[in-house]
C-alpha cells in the first residue's frame, strides 16, 4: 500500500510541474507576442514619442525562475542607443499595473536592470528597483491583457494582483 501511495504522490507531483512549467509558457507567450506587437506598432501609435525599441533578446524564464528580457532603446533626448536588459524573480512579482506603459511591481529591489550606453561616452550602469517595465505602451483600452497575465501568473502558482490601470 505505501509504495502505491507514493507512485501516486509522485504521479501527482510530476503532473503539477509539468502544468506550472505549462502555464510559465503561457506567461512567456502573452508577453512575447505583446512585446512582437509593441515593436510593431510603435511607428504607428498616435502616442510615438520618437522611443523606439528592438528585441535583442525576447522574454524567457531561466531554470531558477528568473523572467529575463534585452531589448535594444534609441530616443530623441540621448545620442546612440541603449541595451537594457531586465531580470526579476517570479516569486517577486507582486502587481501588474499601467500607466503609461504596462509595469511589473515587485518586492524591494528585486528588479536588476543593466543599461549599457553606447554614444560618445559609452558607460554600463546597473539598477536595482521594485518596477519591472515591460516596455508595453501603444496599445490603449487593454484592460484584457491585465487579467490575461494576471490569470497567466496566478496559473503558474504566482498571486499577482492588478493594480491601477490607466491609459
Avoid: C
Avoid at 107 to 135: M, R
Avoid at 148 to 155: M, N
Amino acid at each position: 500500500m505505501k509504495n502505491t501511495e507514493r507512485f501516486v504522490l509522485i504521479i501527482l507531483m510530476l503532473g503539477f510541474w509539468n502544468f506550472s512549467f505549462a502555464q510559465e509558457k503561457e506567461i512567456l507567450k502573452i508577453l512575447n507576442r505583446e512585446l512582437k506587437r509593441e515593436v510593431k506598432s510603435q511607428f504607428k501609435s498616435s502616442n510615438f514619442n520618437g522611443d523606439t525599441i528592438k528585441i535583442i533578446e525576447g522574454f524567457s524564464i531561466t531554470k531558477d525562475k528568473i523572467l529575463t528580457f534585452t531589448i535594444r532603446k534609441t530616443s530623441p533626448y540621448f545620442n546612440g542607443y541603449q541595451i537594457i536588459k531586465q531580470q526579476v524573480p517570479l516569486n517577486k512579482i507582486k502587481k501588474i499595473g499601467k500607466d503609461i506603459q504596462i509595469i511589473l511591481e515587485t518586492e524591494k529591489n528585486a528588479v536588476e536592470t543593466h543599461f549599457t550606453t553606447f554614444d560618445e561616452n559609452p558607460k554600463e550602469q546597473i539598477i536595482h528597483e521594485s518596477l519591472f517595465f515591460l516596455y508595453f505602451s501603444s496599445k490603449k483600452e487593454n484592460d484584457d491583457l491585465g487579467i490575461e497575465l494576471q490569470e497567466a501568473f496566478r496559473k503558474a502558482g504566482y498571486e499577482v494582483q492588478k493594480g491601477n490601470w490607466y491609459d
